[in-house]
């Protein structure tokens, strides 16, 4: 996009509201960024069809195998691993079913490469080095919409057959942004003019980071990682995670911590474990249950 075109894109700019923010007090500045920072969630609100289309079909892929990609640069590419990464310990999923991947690659996470951003034959050749399949799902994220590295990858997710998403912070703009044209679905917030003009890792990055939180939560809970609104997939590996998993097990089953402590023990695993307790089945049959029900517990404890 030419350089005239960028000063075009919500997320460029200048915001009213914070057009005095240097001469303010710390209070009054906070407050400003605050009320801005409060618009957020309606501009996530607006685009939550769009967000529930996204995991019902990320889900579906799921299902045969697939895997979920997040692709970006800079904020958005740091956001994407952020996400990624706090899956497996979270819903003891493989490290390879959600993947994270910024421009300028991992040393990007620490130390800026925004030169990295600019070459989408780049963000192709980072996708294609995971053997992408028609299963999997490559959602490409960036504030502006437009930055090459994510048309590359999006591009290289088309080709591969793979289902493309476009994650984008130009709602409210007169024309669909790139990455949603080249796109086959696509969520664009609006969350308009930043405090600081142009630096999206604020209200862009806040908005951001709620969605991929919804599309990940939101893709396990179809997957059956949750029970409620426990997180039964929890991996009991430190003492603070063993104290949660035997509480999911109270909170389940209604025995008391003694008896949530043997039976994890027992099981292993908090799922087994309560449908132990639940139907009053030994380790083995508890186990039998789970994977003829695909291991949705509340799929186990109805067969």
Do not use: W
């Amino acid at each position: 996009m030419p350089e005239e075109q960028l000063a075009q894109l919500p997320t460029e700019a200048s915001n009213p509201r914070s057009a005095n923010i240097d001469e303010l007090s710390t209070l009054d500045m906070l407050q400003v960024i605050n009320d801005e920072d409060a618009t957020i969630a309606a501009a996530v609100k607006a685009q939550l069809p769009a967000i529930a289309a996204a995991i019902d079909a990320i889900a579906e892929r799921f299902s045969r195998g697939g895997r979920l990609f997040y692709v970006g640069a800079g904020t958005s590419g740091r956001l994407g691993v952020l996400d990624a990464s706090e899956c497996p310990p979270t819903f003891s999923v493989p490290p390879g079913l959600f993947v994270g991947l910024i421009a300028g690659g991992d040393a990007a996470l620490r130390k800026s490469s925004e030169q990295s951003e600019d070459s989408p034959e780049q963000g192709a050749s980072d996708l294609a080095a995971h053997s992408l399949t028609a299963e999997d799902t490559v959602v490409g994220i960036a504030a502006s919409g437009r930055t090459p590295y994510v048309l590359g990858a999006l591009a290289r997710g088309h080709e591969a057959g793979a289902l493309t998403i476009a994650l984008t912070c130009a709602g409210g703009s007169a024309t669909p942004s790139k990455m949603a044209r080249v796109a086959q679905q696509s969520i664009e917030l609006a969350t308009g003019p930043e405090i600081l003009t142009g630096s999206t890792r604020m209200k862009a990055g806040t908005a951001t980071k709620m969605v991929l939180n919804m599309i990940s939560t939101g893709v396990m809970i179809r997957q059956g990682a949750v029970f409620g609104n426990l997180m039964v997939n929890v991996q009991p590996t430190n003492a603070k995670l063993i104290d949660r998993a035997q509480r999911i097990i109270m909170a389940a089953t209604g025995c008391d911590q003694p008896t949530a402590a043997r039976l994890l023990t027992e099981a292993g695993s908090v799922k087994a474990a309560i449908v132990m307790h639940r139907l009053g089945v030994p380790y083995a049959t508890a186990q039998a249950r789970l994977k003829l029900a695909s291991g949705s517990l509340r799929a186990a404890l109805r067969a």
